[in-house]
């Protein structure tokens, strides 16, 4: 068995000396080097336009960013009214037992949805 596994065994001396010749005189290959070109000019492309629209992007927030804080304090102002009136609500008996019958109602739901939802949407999909 051949121990050096790099080497080449041949028995004709033209066909070594072809493979142990250079190749530094061929031209290179236009229509590679043209593709590589325009692979290259493409990437660039794409690249400054992304960080363009990233900068748009960034631009708009920037603009925007009084409005979106005004929206963000009015947001948070109606969604603190609405836990407190629905905290305000769980504290009488009525809603104290509504509270209650719910929590129950998902604690009895839940587990049933975990075994007969992947049925019921598999049952769904194919109505479609």
């Known amino acids: 068995m051949n121990e ?7 028995n004709d001396p ?3 000396a072809l493979f ?5 005189g061929q031209p290179d290959e236009t229509f590679v080097a043209a593709t590589m070109r325009r692979v290259a000019v493409e990437k660039a492309r794409r690249r400054l336009g992304r ?3 990233e900068a748009a992007g960034l631009i708009g927030i920037v603009a925007a960013s ?3 804080i005004d929206a963000s304090v009015r947001l948070s102002a109606l969604l603190d009214a609405g836990l407190t009136l ?7 008996p009525t809603g104290m037992a509504c509270g209650v019958a719910f929590v129950a109602a998902l604690l009895v739901i839940r587990p049933l949805l975990a075994r007969w939802a ?4 598999h049952w769904a999909v194919r109505r479609r």
């Open 51 to 53: 960080r363009l629209v």
């Open 14 to 16: 033209g066909l070594e």
């Open 20 to 24: 142990r010749r250079t190749h530094a």
């Open 86 to 92: 629905a905290s305000d609500w769980l504290r009488t």
């Open 118 to 121: 992947p049925l019921l949407w």
């Open 4 to 10: 050096d596994k790099g080497a080449v065994e041949s």
């Open 66 to 68: 009084p409005w979106l």
